[in-house]
């Protein structure tokens, strides 16, 4: 493709160059150029001669071939050639290595839910209540709210499980899970950046994060990224 653009480039800096030529190879005309008469009649308008005028343009149509020759030196014109005109420059994106991570910290994920409050029956047991959000959730023993299953209900808090193992919840406290989130420091863009295990980070898969660790997989290896390194 970027032969084809060079030769459409080559072709209408020619037709440009040609168009140009054309223009100034027409026959030189005669000029009029009114004169007095010195007999003190009306002033009429005489010709010069032939030779008058075909000597002026000669020398005008000599300048212009000589500039049409080389207005400029071809050094001028060489972006030109190796540019493709008709595609939009590309944005140069900053591309980081695992060279320039830092593990700034590891923490489990915070979940959109709290055991905020509990009712005890007549019987002795208890009911749960889990806020999610906005809505409201009263949970006993073996029931399940979102995907998860309640295994038991305390006044201190409420012990659920689900996909991902055993969860506890702490009375009004936040709900940490069992997935893990780093943040990475970039010294290329100057950003921090939060990831996740299975997630991407600039085509970097994270396939592993630990307390103290993540491990990536690029440029077709591991990558482990430790605290303090």
Known sequence: MNKIYKIITLILLAAWLLLIIRTFLVSPSKKVVP??????????PSEETPEEVEDDDTKIYAML????????????????LTRNIFVKPEKIVTIFTPENLKLVSVELVTLP??????IQTQDGGLIGQVNWGPKTHFVIKGEKFKDYKVIEVQKTRLIAEGKEGKLILEFKKPTKGTEFLARLYNEMDDKV?????????NSYKILDITLDSVIIWAQNKEWVIKKGR
Request: aromatic share 14%; net charge negative.
């Open 65 to 80: 071939v000589e500039r049409l020759k080389s207005p400029f030196d071809m050094s001028r014109y060489q972006g030109l």
């Open 193 to 201: 950046y939060e990831v996740r295990k299975g997630e991407d980070i």
């Open 113 to 118: 839910f709290i055991y905020i409050g509990y």
């Open 35 to 44: 004169t007095l008469q010195l007999n003190g009649e009306n002033a009429t």
